[in-house]
């Protein structure tokens, strides 16, 4: 139990395009997803806290206009990168949690954002 | 958020028990100790997570101190697939994980 899924597993585009990644919780529904960067060697950063139908809840630093974040269904939430650069490539990784309790959050594998 | 400090890196024999200690002096009350560990290019992998009682699983055990200031991560018979990063993580009611630098251990043939 406790599937989060993650697609695509890495992308790679060109500067200024848009990519679009997808979490998906599998066998829960996840009232809570959020979404990380890490870039390699460093720890997880987490960039935003969606709750389904509402606004996403960006961190402090995080540009909410480049990095739109939709939480449309229990199951679903995607992060599109916009007009991407090169700065933006990274690991992307979302995580899911039910809301209920004490509430663990599950982790996709994660994508691997590449912006030549 | 209360802050976590876990040593930088450990190594451990195969067929040891890995103990990784992790800091969290300024816990309050409410709020869990969660570990996870990453293995390269993964995503993170739920361990355990504790309140105050010492818990158990499959995978590990984890030791709260009774001040709840510090806690160790217990792996009973470490495999080489155990290599990874383990981070301990302190949550309060918002969910919000708040991840360190984590332990990177490296289990040893």
């Known amino acids: 139990g406790a599937v989060v899924s993650q697609h695509p597993s890495w992308v790679i585009c060109k500067s200024g395009t848009s990519v679009k990644i997808e979490c998906r919780s599998l066998d829960f529904q996840a009232t809570t997803m959020f979404w990380y960067r890490q870039f390699p060697k460093q720890s997880l950063m987490l960039m935003a806290t969606s709750n389904e139908g509402s606004k996403a809840t960006y961190e402090q630093g995080v540009e909410k206009d480049k990095f739109l974040i939709n939480h449309a269904s229990l199951t679903l939430s995607t992060l599109t990168v916009t007009s991407a650069h090169p700065e933006d490539s990274s690991f992307y990784i979302c995580?899911?949690?039910?809301?209920?309790?004490?509430?663990?959050?599950?982790f996709g594998p994660g994508t691997r954002l590449t912006v030549l | 958020d209360a802050k976590t400090t876990q040593p930088p890196s450990m190594d451990c024999a195969e067929g040891r028990a890995a103990n990784l200690p992790c800091n969290h002096s300024?816990?309050?009350?409410?709020?869990?100790v969660y570990w996870y560990r990453q293995i390269h290019s993964q995503g993170p992998q739920y361990i355990i997570h504790?309140?105050?009682n010492n818990e158990t699983n499959e995978m590990a055990s984890l030791i709260i101190t009774e001040d709840r200031k510090s806690s160790t991560l217990i792996l009973p018979h470490a495999t080489l697939r155990d290599t990874a990063v383990y981070y301990c993580?302190?949550?309060?009611?918002?969910?919000?994980?708040?991840f360190g630098t984590g332990t990177r251990l490296k289990v040893l043939a």
């Open positions: 995580s899911a949690a039910s809301g209920r309790g004490t509430d663990t959050q599950y």
């Open positions: 993580i302190v949550r309060n009611g918002t969910y919000k994980y708040i």
């Open positions: 504790g309140l105050k």
């Open positions: 300024t816990i309050s009350g409410n709020e869990y």
